[in-house]
């Protein structure tokens, strides 16, 4: 196997379980700071309750994501050497303050939260649920910030010796690209919680136990999910599309399995690219859509594939269908959310079990979606690692062997499991012993 394809597959797999937990810190995090203002009121006397419960699943998480995300620092020095070399300057000023600022936010107020109720006032404690809170989103914008660097670099210098170097921090946390992904990307994680959240509800309700907190997680989970559900697609969801549009043009094209140039172009529902041939294999087109949705103009020009040398085509296929699984996941999100907060409204959902048995089946699927989207931004930025700037093939370590990156990626893939088991074996116990007081 060839080394790039190894260190990518490794590299592909590590990120991919760690970015489950992330998702799930940013996303439950504000339902305990809301449970903790709650518990604060005299007469929500179950709030104290429901967000000690949420604070043990968070904790689970937190500590998982820590775990899962140690082997990743170490392959940047171990694989990924070159590219540690030539953009270190810039890619570690970002992560450097996720791990001085955010994480230390997250951990120290962490700890008050789950063993200072007894020792601080409730002011204090509730503080500590907000910086907890603000700790995990502030981790994700910091890494966002560097991921957004690579996908759009401002901000830098060429040194002499050919190392790219930093010119302005605040050029780079501050990059309009930035914001966008990382509002998309944040969006993404709390419908993720609305669902958890939403879902863990609905299976008290069908178990006919715990049912006053059921209906507490259901009712507060399907609304944040509905709102941000909607919030993922409009603004965060166009304007990250739009900052493709104009700066990855290449994997605009791929995202919609695009290979011709075309005014008013059609938005591709369905299809199955077929790359060596150039071509969609019956596709099914909503006509004009893909050029108004790039440009806000139906007869715009949007350029396809063909307009591009072959390679500087990212795979066209993965993109693609990763594409159209977010995207789809995402509406099928925005449906059975309006359609809970629907019945909701007319007072029936808690007793609508087909409707519950949907929110619980669904908690899985947000997840395959913020994967799916992570997928499309990185796999559709190939060849490059920096875009524009450093091809993925000059970045790695000269040194290793595919050999050795695939031995490691098996020990990884065995001790992944392990942890993956221990943390469903952990959140279950948990979900069966329930929010009690």
């Not at 419960?53 to 020095?77: D, H, L, Y």
């Not at 171990?78 to 970002?94: C, D, E, H, I, R």
């Not at 399907?222 to 603004?235: D, E, K, R, T």
Request: glycine letters at 10%.
């Amino acid at each position: 196997m060839d080394v790039v394809v190894a260190d990518r597959l490794q590299f592909a797999f590590t990120i991919m379980f760690h970015y489950l937990f992330p998702i799930g810190t940013m996303g439950i995090a504000p339902f305990i700071a809301w449970y903790t203002y709650r518990a604060m009121r005299a007469t929500d006397t179950h709030a104290g309750a429901a967000a000690r419960f949420w604070t043990k699943i968070f904790t689970i998480n937190f500590a998982a994501g820590v775990v899962t995300g140690i082997p990743m620092e170490f392959q940047f020095g171990t694989n990924w050497a070159l590219f540690s070399a030539k953009t270190g300057s810039v890619v570690g000023q970002p992560l450097a303050m996720e791990g001085v600022y955010a994480f230390f936010l997250e951990s120290v107020f962490l700890g008050i939260l789950l063993y200072g109720k007894r020792v601080v006032s409730p002011r204090i404690y509730l503080l500590s649920a907000v910086m907890v809170w603000l700790g995990s989103w502030l981790s994700g914008f910091f890494i966002v910030a560097a991921d957004a660097w690579m996908q759009h670099p401002v901000g830098y210098t060429i040194g002499a010796s050919g190392r790219i170097e930093l010119a302005s921090l605040a050029a780079v946390l501050l990059s309009p690209f930035a914001w966008w992904q990382y509002l998309h990307v944040l969006t993404g994680a709390i419908v993720a919680g609305g669902f958890v959240v939403a879902g863990i509800g609905a299976y008290y309700l069908l178990a006919r136990r715990d049912e006053s907190f059921g209906r507490r997680f259901v009712f507060s989970g399907v609304i944040v999910g509905l709102i941000f559900s909607g919030l993922a697609i409009f603004p965060t969801g166009d304007r990250n599309s739009a900052d493709v549009t104009h700066y990855q043009p290449i994997k605009l094209a791929a995202m919609e399995g695009l290979f011709a140039t075309t005014a008013g172009a059609p938005l591709a529902i369905i299809g199955m690219p077929d790359a060596p041939h150039k071509t969609l294999i019956d596709p099914i087109f909503v006509p004009s859509v893909l050029s108004f949705l790039a440009y806000g103009n139906f007869r715009a020009n949007v350029k396809g594939l063909r307009a591009y040398a072959t390679e500087l085509w990212p795979p066209i296929e993965l993109t693609y269908y990763a594409y159209h699984v977010m995207v789809g996941l995402g509406t099928i999100f925005l449906g059975l959310g309006a359609l809970a907060v629907l019945l909701l409204w007319r007072k029936q959902l808690f007793r609508t079990r087909w409707l519950l048995w949907l929110l619980l089946l669904a908690m899985p699927f947000p997840y395959v979606a913020n994967e799916a989207g992570w997928v499309v931004t990185e796999v559709g930025r190939q060849p490059w690692i920096v875009y524009g700037l450093l091809k993925t093939s000059a970045a790695v370590s000269s040194n290793v062997a595919a050999g050795e990156t695939i031995f490691t990626l098996i020990g990884f893939v065995g001790m992944y499991f392990a942890l993956g088991l221990l943390f469903m074996l952990l959140t279950l116990r948990e979900i069966g012993v329930g929010p009690h007081e």
